[in-house]
């Protein structure tokens, strides 16, 4: 076989991988395309239907945009101004909420995985156990312990008004029901973190809170960020529990999805474009906070 002939198969062979390369190029981007329209189909609808008025709600189809008769923006004001005190109080509560999650879940971690101590494990599947016991479940315990042990409104009444005593309730409530949940998602990193380094830490004298401090928390930004796009998600999106603790969409303390709740309801019937504003309105926070920390959610997931 001549070196002609072999290089000639080896060509015909190269383009058949190349073929099948480009194939499979483009079966991936057609898939990517295809699950990105589905995912974004109903954002274009909620979208569209916000900006319909009433007649042209009924007149169009779901997915159909109005007219230039039938659209309008008056939905997006109203339903901004309905929600303007509940997006105030869902942020007071869920942003130090969030952030405590984080930090105590991390603190936790460190203590459960890089640090030996008797009574250990039982402690771990405390934590465990917590995952796992559902919202319905403490509801009226819930209820009973801040109106009849803690009274914050009457104990704090001469430092916090009601509803911001309302607003600390649930800081410290989805702060207890954030925390196992944290625990475990930083956990699963400091497993896989360099047990050689933290020794060396400790053999040069370093104490377990300045290895925290200046090993442990600089490499757990990346979780940090995975936790508090987490965190921020669930408990911005929590409605029992503002439904139990504050009770009422007239309340000084009712928070966004509370509000929405109500949000376009009439003798009539319901002001389906109103109450779709109102949904895209309170979905803005979460979808700015991933945006904002998307690359190290990104790095975060990959560990």
């Given at each position: 076989?001549?070196?002609?002939?072999?290089?000639?198969?080896?060509?015909?062979?190269?383009?058949?991988?190349?073929?099948r390369?480009?194939?499979?190029?483009?079966?991936?981007?057609?898939?990517?395309?295809?699950?990105?329209?589905?995912?974004?189909?109903?954002?274009q609808?909620?979208?569209?239907?916000?900006?319909k008025?009433?007649?042209?709600?009924?007149?169009?189809?779901?997915?159909?945009?109005?007219?230039?008769?039938?659209?309008?923006?008056?939905?997006?004001?109203?339903?901004?101004?309905a929600?303007?005190r509940?997006?105030?109080n869902?942020?007071?509560?869920?942003?130090?909420?969030?952030?405590?999650?984080?930090?105590?879940?991390?603190?936790?971690?460190?203590?459960?995985?890089?640090?030996?101590?008797?009574?250990?494990?039982?402690?771990?599947?405390?934590?465990?156990?917590?995952?796992?016991?559902?919202?319905?479940?403490?509801?009226?315990?819930?209820?009973?312990?801040?109106?009849?042990?803690?009274?914050?409104?009457?104990?704090?009444?001469?430092?916090?008004?009601?509803?911001?005593?309302?607003?600390?309730?649930?800081?410290?409530?989805?702060?207890?029901?954030?925390?196992?949940?944290?625990?475990m998602?930083?956990?699963?990193q400091?497993?896989?973190?360099?047990?050689?380094?933290?020794?060396?830490?400790?053999l040069?004298?370093?104490s377990?809170?300045?290895i925290y401090?200046?090993?442990?928390?600089?490499l757990?930004?990346?979780?940090?960020a995975?936790?508090?796009?987490?965190?921020?998600?669930?408990?911005?999106?929590?409605?029992?529990?503002?439904?139990?603790?504050?009770?009422?969409?007239?309340?000084?303390?009712?928070?966004?999805?509370?509000?929405?709740?109500?949000?376009?309801?009439?003798?009539?019937?319901?002001?389906?474009?109103?109450?779709?504003?109102?949904?895209?309105?309170?979905a803005?926070?979460?979808?700015?906070v991933?945006l904002?920390?998307a690359?190290?959610?990104?790095?975060?997931?990959?560990?």
């Open positions: 076989m001549t070196d002609e002939t072999v290089s000639a198969e080896r060509t015909v062979a190269d383009e058949r991988l190349y073929d390369l480009d194939l499979t190029r483009v079966g991936l981007y057609a898939a990517l395309v295809g699950l990105t329209i589905f995912y974004l189909i109903p954002v609808s909620g979208f569209v239907t916000s900006i008025t009433s007649e042209a709600l009924i007149n169009t189809q779901p997915f159909a945009p109005p007219g230039p008769d039938g659209a309008t923006i008056e939905k997006w004001a109203f339903a901004f101004d929600l303007s509940g997006l105030v869902s942020l007071v509560f869920t942003v130090p909420a969030t952030i405590l999650c984080a930090v105590l879940g991390s603190m936790a971690a460190y203590g459960l995985t890089l640090v030996d101590w008797r009574g250990q494990v039982a402690v771990f599947v405390l934590f465990i156990a917590g995952i796992f016991i559902p919202y319905q479940s403490v509801v009226i315990p819930l209820t009973q312990f801040w109106s009849q042990y803690a009274m914050l409104d009457h104990r704090l009444g001469l430092v916090l008004s009601s509803h911001q005593a309302t607003l600390l309730e649930l800081i410290v409530t989805h702060t207890a029901y954030g925390i196992p949940i944290c625990t998602l930083f956990r699963s400091y497993k896989t973190m360099s047990w050689e380094m933290i020794e060396a830490a400790r040069d004298g370093a377990v809170s300045r401090r200046r090993i442990v928390l600089p757990s930004i990346p979780m940090f995975v936790v508090f796009i987490f965190q921020f998600t669930q408990i911005w999106n929590e409605f029992l529990f503002s439904l139990t603790l504050i009770g009422s969409v007239n309340d000084p303390a009712a928070s966004t999805t509370l509000i929405l709740s109500g949000l376009g309801e009439a003798l009539e019937g319901v002001d389906y474009p109103l109450r779709m504003a109102g949904a895209l309105i309170t803005l926070p979460t979808l700015i991933y904002l920390f690359d190290k959610f990104a790095e975060g997931v990959r560990v």
